[in-house]
């Protein structure tokens, strides 16, 4: 079975800090790693993937992978009020089905 | 990103009909597309994966004479909840892959919110 853990939050910061967000998996087979936000009632937006171990960059967005450890991090820097969202992280593994962790609530407090 | 399109985004529906959502690919064409079914404050739950051009494999505990899926085309998808009862409400979100290799990435349409009174 595969598992993608999260800690459900929420995860409350204020504005202009850095916001971390941690995903572990059970499948050492997985291959890529995606990060998703979701506001409230509307549906997934990708908003980063990783397939190398190390980080990634984007914006103020950051994805950390570490395969040995089977662990995969956002950070989110400079969080502004807009960024409050569930955050959900999700795993692929060889047949493409991706496998959703149950999503982590980030709120900007302004 | 690649867009995906579904409708409609929201339907209310009496107890015992049938209500179909569409989802389309528009700016790429998708062989495999994906249903997930969503309930408040839960994550994702993958319903089935529709194959162009072949029956559609259904997760563990999805009751395919229920929630029939077809996809006739590279770009379209539909989910029909027949005889939909109240705890059949729930948000149903559409997706399909677009790339390939490392690139592959999902996409997901806008979402469909099915209340059944």
């Known amino acids: 079975q595969k598992e993608v853990e999260q800690n459900s939050g929420p995860l409350s910061v204020p504005e202009g800090a850095i916001a971390s967000l941690n995903c572990t998996y059970s499948?050492?087979?997985?291959?890529?790693f995606f990060w998703y936000r979701q506001y409230s009632g509307k549906s997934p937006e990708l908003i980063m993937f990783?397939?190398?171990?190390g980080d990634k960059e984007d914006g103020r967005f950051t994805a950390q992978l570490n395969k040995a450890s089977q662990y995969v991090s956002l950070l989110i820097r400079d969080s502004q009020p807009s960024d409050s969202a569930t955050y959900l992280c999700?795993?692929?593994?060889?047949?493409?089905?991706?496998?959703f962790g149950a999503g982590t609530t980030v709120t900007v407090r302004a | 990103g690649a867009v995906v399109s579904q409708h409609p985004s929201r339907v209310i529906c009496k107890s015992g009909t049938s209500v179909k959502i569409e989802c389309r690919s528009l700016d790429f064409q998708a062989t495999t597309m994906f249903w997930y079914r969503q309930f408040p404050k839960q994550s994702l739950m993958l319903m089935a994966t529709?194959?162009?051009?072949?029956?559609?494999?259904?997760e563990q505990g999805v009751e395919k004479d229920k929630f029939l899926i077809n996809h006739a085309s590279l770009t379209l998808s539909t989910l029909t909840v027949t005889s939909a009862h109240p705890e059949d409400s729930s948000f149903y979100i559409c997706s399909a892959r677009d790339g390939a290799g490392y690139d592959e990435k999902l996409f997901f349409g806008s979402g469909t919110q099915l209340s059944v009174l």
């Open positions: 999700a795993v692929n593994s060889l047949d493409y089905k991706l496998s």
């Open positions: 499948d050492r087979g997985s291959q890529s």
């Open positions: 990783i397939y190398s171990n």
């Open positions: 529709s194959n162009e051009g072949s029956k559609a494999t259904y």
